[in-house]
C-alpha cells in the first residue's frame, strides 16, 4: 500500500504539469486582452485612448511577460527558473523589454541604443554594500575624490552605481560632458583601466563602451536577467503575485480555502450522513409508498438550481421573510467585539444556509446511487446464503451488504471532493462569501493569469487527492481490493 501510494503522489507531479498546460492553452486561445482588461478595471472601466493607452498596455505586457512567445511563458510559469527581466542570470530577455530603439546610422547600417534596464547593484551585492556604495557615488559627485578609494575597494560591484548615476545626470546621451559627468567618467576610468572615449561623441560610442558589458552577444537583441530573483514558478511553489492588486496568490489562496475547506468538509460529512441511512431505508422499503415518495423528493430536490434554491433561502428565511438567519458573509459587522462563544454562535447561523444550498443537490444523488448499489448487492448468492441461515434483517443488510454496496458511493468522493473544496461559484457568490469560488470567478472576470491558473491547477490536484483517497477506500471496505 505504501508503495502505491508514493507512485501515486510522483504521478501526480507530471499530472498536474499536464493540467497547467491544458489551462494555459485555454487561456490564451480566449478571445480578450488581460493588460487591457486590467487597465480597464484599474481606471474605473473607462480606459483612456491614443499612444498613452497602448504604451500602457505595453508596459503591462512587458512587466508579466505575456509579450514573449507562450513556450517561454509556460515554461516560466512552470518554473524553477525565473524568466523575466529580473530572473536568472543564466537567462536573458529580449531588447523589447529595455527601454531601446533602433538608430539608423548615416554610415549605412543600424544600431540598438537606448536606455538599458539599470541595474543600480549587482544581485551578489548585499545591502549593506549597496548603500555604501550609494553614498560614495553620491560623494563624488559632490567633489569628494576620498570616495574613489571606497568605489575602487569594491571593484567590479561600483560600475553598476557609477553607469545609474551617469545615466541619471545626463541619460547617458549626448549634450555636453559636464563637471559631475566628468567625475563619473574618470572614476570608471580610473577604475578599470581603459581611457574613456565617446561620452561627448555618439550616442552607439557610449553604448559601446560602457554598457556593452550588460549585453550578451549578440549586439544587444538580448540582454541578460539581473538575477534579483532567480527561482520562481509552479515547481519553486511561487504561484504569482496577482495583475492588480499585487497580492501573493498563494497568502490570498490560503486565505479563501480557511473559509472554503471547513464548508466543504462540513457539506461532504453531512451529504454521507444523510444519503447512506436513506439509501438502506429506501432498499428496505422497496417498492413501498414511502419509497416512491423519498424517490420523488430526491428527485426534485437534484433538480433544483443552486442559485435558485440559495435565493429562496434567503428569501424565507432571510431580513425579507422570517428574519432567522443573516444572509451574507460569515460573520456580523461586529464581530470583533463579540465573545468566544457570541463569535462561534454568529458563525453557526451565518453558514446554516451556505452549507445548506451546497449539500442537499449532493446527499440528494448521493443516496440514489447508495441504493442502487445496495439493491443490487442484496440479489447477490452470498445474500440470500445469509439470509437462508436465518441471521436477521439488520444483520444481513449492515454487516454482509453495507461494505459492497458502499464502492460506488466512495467512487464519487473523488468527484464531490474537489468540486466543493473548489469552492461553489454561484454558492459563494449568492451568499457573499470570500471563499475559492468566488476567488476564482473574481480572477476569471479580470483575466489574470496568476488567479485563474493558481485556481484551476488547485483544483485540478485535489481531483489527484480524491482519486487517491477513494481507491485507498476501496481497500478497507473490500478485503478483496488490494493495491500493489
Do not use: C
Not at 14 to 42: K, Q, R, W
Not at 103 to 114: M, N
Not at 463 to 479: A, E, H, K, M, R
Amino acid at each position: 500500500m505504501i508503495q502505491f501510494i508514493i507512485r501515486r503522489l510522483l504521478l501526480m507531479i507530471p499530472t498536474t504539469i499536464g493540467v497547467a498546460l491544458v489551462v494555459f492553452g485555454i487561456y490564451h486561445a480566449a478571445p480578450g486582452d488581460a493588460a487591457t482588461v486590467m487597465m480597464g478595471i484599474s481606471s474605473g472601466g473607462n480606459m483612456s485612448q491614443g499612444a498613452d493607452t497602448q504604451a500602457r498596455a505595453e508596459a503591462f505586457k512587458r512587466e508579466y511577460g505575456l509579450d514573449r512567445n507562450l513556450a517561454v511563458q509556460f515554461l516560466n510559469y512552470i518554473g524553477p527558473f525565473n524568466l523575466l527581466r529580473d530572473g536568472h542570470p543564466w537567462f536573458s530577455a529580449p531588447y523589447t523589454e529595455r527601454e531601446v530603439e533602433r538608430v539608423a546610422l548615416e554610415g549605412g547600417g543600424e544600431v540598438l541604443t537606448g536606455a538599458p534596464m539599470e541595474i543600480k547593484h549587482l544581485p551578489t551585492t548585499s545591502d549593506e554594500e549597496r548603500a555604501r556604495l550609494d553614498e560614495a557615488t553620491a560623494a563624488l559627485l559632490d567633489g569628494d575624490a576620498g570616495a574613489l578609494a571606497v568605489l575602487e575597494e569594491a571593484g567590479d560591484a561600483s560600475f553598476p552605481a557609477l553607469l545609474t548615476a551617469l545615466n541619471e545626470r545626463k541619460r547617458a546621451f549626448g549634450g555636453e560632458v559636464d563637471e559631475e559627468v566628468a567625475r563619473l567618467s574618470g572614476a570608471m576610468a580610473a577604475l578599470s583601466g581603459a581611457e574613456v572615449t565617446g561620452l561627448g561623441g555618439t550616442r552607439e560610442g557610449l553604448i559601446g563602451e560602457w554598457f556593452g558589458w550588460y549585453y550578451t552577444e549578440g549586439g544587444g537583441d538580448r540582454v541578460r536577467n539581473s538575477g534579483e530573483r532567480p527561482w520562481a514558478g509552479l515547481l519553486a511553489l511561487d504561484l504569482g503575485k496577482e495583475m492588480q492588486d499585487k497580492k501573493p496568490v498563494a497568502k490570498e489562496l490560503g486565505k479563501r480555502l480557511q473559509v472554503t475547506v471547513p464548508l466543504a468538509l462540513i457539506s461532504v460529512l453531512l451529504s454521507y450522513l444523510i444519503a447512506l441511512p436513506l439509501g438502506i431505508f429506501s432498499v428496505r422499503r422497496q417498492g413501498t409508498k414511502i419509497d416512491g415518495a423519498t424517490t420523488v423528493i430526491l428527485f426534485v430536490l437534484y433538480s433544483i438550481p443552486s442559485f435558485w434554491a440559495g435565493l429562496m433561502l434567503i428569501i424565507s428565511f432571510g431580513a425579507t421573510g422570517l428574519d432567522w438567519l443573516p444572509v451574507l458573509g460569515l460573520h456580523d459587522k461586529d464581530a470583533d467585539t463579540f465573545t468566544t462563544s457570541q463569535y462561534l454562535w454568529d458563525l453557526f447561523l451565518h453558514i446554516i444556509m451556505p452549507v445548506a444550498t451546497l449539500t442537499y443537490g449532493s446527499f440528494a444523488y448521493l443516496s440514489r446511487q447508495m441504493r442502487a448499489g445496495m439493491l443490487e448487492v442484496i440479489r447477490q448468492d452470498y445474500i440470500r446464503t445469509a439470509r437462508a441461515k436465518g441471521l436477521s434483517e439488520n444483520v444481513v443488510i449492515y454487516k454482509h451488504a453495507l461494505r459492497n454496496s458502499m464502492i460506488p458511493v466512495i467512487t464519487l468522493l473523488a468527484a464531490i471532493l474537489p468540486i466543493l473544496i473548489g469552492g461553489s461559484v454561484i454558492v459563494e457568490s449568492v451568499f457573499d462569501i470570500p471563499g475559492m469560488g468566488k476567488y476564482a470567478f473574481e480572477g476569471l472576470l479580470r483575466r489574470d493569469f496568476y488567479i485563474v491558473m493558481a485556481t484551476t491547477i488547485f483544483v485540478g490536484i485535489m481531483t489527484q487527492f480524491g482519486i487517491l483517497l477513494s481507491d485507498i477506500t476501496y481497500q478497507l471496505v473490500d478485503p478483496r481490493i488490494r493495491h500493489t
